[in-house]
C-alpha cells in the first residue's frame, strides 16, 4: 500500500473487554514499532518487530499487552482485560530497513482506544 | 537514562511570524535526530533527519540544527502559516539491540493564529 494503515481508527472498550488492533505496514518494510500516546505526551515504546521476529517487547507495560507479526507483514497487537489507563493512541511505524543512519520511520494514523 | 526533552511545551504565535523550538537530548549511542510534525488526530509525519555529522538541514521553511557536542537540537520556522499550527516531536535515534530504537520527545504544540 501507500502508507501505514491501521484499523480500527476509533475503539471504544468497556473495561475487562479484549482489543485487537491491527497495522498493515509499507509492502516490503524489515521493521515495524508500536508506540502508546498518552493525550499531550510523545509517543511511548512498545515494541519492535524485524520481519516476524519480535526482538524487542520491553516497552509492552503489562502481560495484557501481546503483539504478534506471524508472516513478517501485517502486525496485531492486542489487549487483555482493558483498565481506563490503557487509554490511549497506539500508533504503528515501519521501516525499510534496520540500523541504516538514516532510516525513515513512517507512521499510521493512529488506533484511538478509549476503555469506559 | 536515554532521555528527549523539548521547549517550550507550547507556542502561539501569529501568522508570518518566526519561531524557534529546542530539543536537548542525552542518548547514547546516538545515530540520528529527527524533527517530525503531528497534526491532531494524525500519525508523526517526518520533516528532517540529521546524523552526527550534519549540523543544518532544511525542508522548505523548516530548517532544524544539531550541535552534537552539547547535544541541543533547534528547528527554526520561517514566515509560519495557519497549516503550521501542531506539534512538533523530537526524536533521537539509538542503535541498541541490533536495530535503530527511536526516543520521543513530548513535543511542542505550536498555535498560529491570524
Known amino acids: 500500500g501507500a502508507g501505514v494503515s491501521q484499523s480500527p481508527r476509533y475503539k471504544v472498550a468497556k473495561r475487562g473487554q479484549d482489543v485487537a488492533l491491527r497495522c498493515d505496514p509499507i509492502s516490503g518494510h524489515v521493521s515495524l514499532f508500536w508506540y502508546q500516546q498518552a493525550l499531550g505526551q510523545g509517543p511511548e515504546f512498545l515494541t519492535y518487530?524485524?520481519?516476524?521476529?519480535?526482538?524487542?517487547k520491553s516497552g509492552l507495560p503489562s502481560d495484557r499487552f501481546f503483539a504478534e507479526r506471524p508472516e513478517g507483514s501485517v502486525s496485531t497487537l492486542k489487549i487483555q482485560r482493558t483498565q481506563q489507563e490503557d487509554s490511549a493512541v497506539y500508533l504503528c511505524?515501519?521501516?525499510?530497513?534496520?540500523?541504516?543512519?538514516?532510516?525513515?520511520?513512517?507512521f499510521g494514523q493512529g488506533t484511538r482506544l478509549t476503555v469506559v | 537514562k536515554n532521555q528527549v526533552e523539548q521547549s517550550p511545551q507550547s507556542l502561539i504565535i501569529l501568522e508570518g511570524k518566526n519561531c524557534t523550538l529546542q530539543c536537548n537530548y542525552t542518548v547514547s549511542p546516538f545515530s540520528n535526530l529527527r524533527w517530525y510534525k503531528q497534526d491532531t488526530g494524525r500519525g508523526p509525519v517526518s520533516l528532517t533527519i540529521?546524523?552526527?555529522?550534519?549540523n543544518t538541514k532544511s525542508n522548505g521553511r523548516y530548517t532544524a540544527t544539531l550541535d552534537a557536542d552539547t547535544k541541543q537540537s533547534s528547528l527554526h520556522i520561517t514566515a509560519s502559516q495557519l497549516s503550521d499550527s501542531a506539534s512538533y516531536i523530537c526524536v533521537v535515534s539509538s542503535i541498541s539491540g541490533g536495530y535503530n530504537k527511536l526516543i520521543f520527545g513530548a513535543g511542542t504544540r505550536l498555535a498560529v493564529h491570524p
Open positions: 540529521m546524523t552526527f555529522s550534519e
Open positions: 511505524a515501519s521501516s525499510l530497513t534496520v540500523t541504516g543512519r538514516n532510516t525513515e520511520a513512517f
Open positions: 518487530f524485524q520481519n516476524e521476529a519480535q526482538l524487542d
